[in-house]
């Protein structure tokens, strides 16, 4: 449980200058360990990465917000608005990374937010991968969210 104004959950609009953060948090999520070796490597960004993150941050048909706790990067979350040719309105698509320590917590925090972000930009409806499922502490955590399985996506790589 938190405890104290420095254990608030604050979720703000992702910078380009948490692009060292951003990357720290994607290592720790992907089960990097995190010795000197990570550490400097997190630092030392591909003029390629800081690119990528000032696009995400700069993008008007994206949100792109964070997680953060202490001081610390929990988590950030995308959401993504497209139109369909066969469905009118706009849907939303999320793409989410969460430390597991907290996944669960902060996975709510971060489905209410981008709940109410869509909302305000008129989607009726809300998707997410279902390999995002695991970051968010399973697929409880979704169905209590009122998420439900619909069908198969199909990927296919363009390089």
Not at 71 to 91: A, D, E, N
């Amino acid at each position: 449980m938190m405890h104290g104004p420095e254990n608030i959950l604050h979720i703000r609009c992702g910078k380009r200058t948490d692009a060292p953060a951003l990357r720290a948090l994607s290592l720790a999520v992907a089960g990097s360990t995190h010795n000197q070796k990570d550490q400097e490597v997190s630092q030392d960004l591909t003029k390629k990465e800081i690119q990528h993150w000032r696009r995400l941050a700069s993008d008007p048909a994206l949100d792109f917000y964070v997680a953060e706790q202490a001081g610390s990067l929990q988590g950030m979350i995308l959401v993504c608005y497209l139109r369909s040719l066969h469905t009118p309105g706009w849907r939303a698509s999320l793409d989410i990374t969460i430390l597991a320590s907290a996944a669960e917590e902060i996975g709510q925090a971060l489905l209410d937010f981008a709940k109410a972000r869509a909302r305000k930009r008129g989607c009726q409806v809300i998707d997410l991968q279902a390999c995002n499922a695991p970051a968010l502490g399973g697929e409880a955590l979704l169905k209590r969210n009122g998420f439900s399985s619909a069908g198969t996506l199909l990927s296919c790589p363009l390089c």
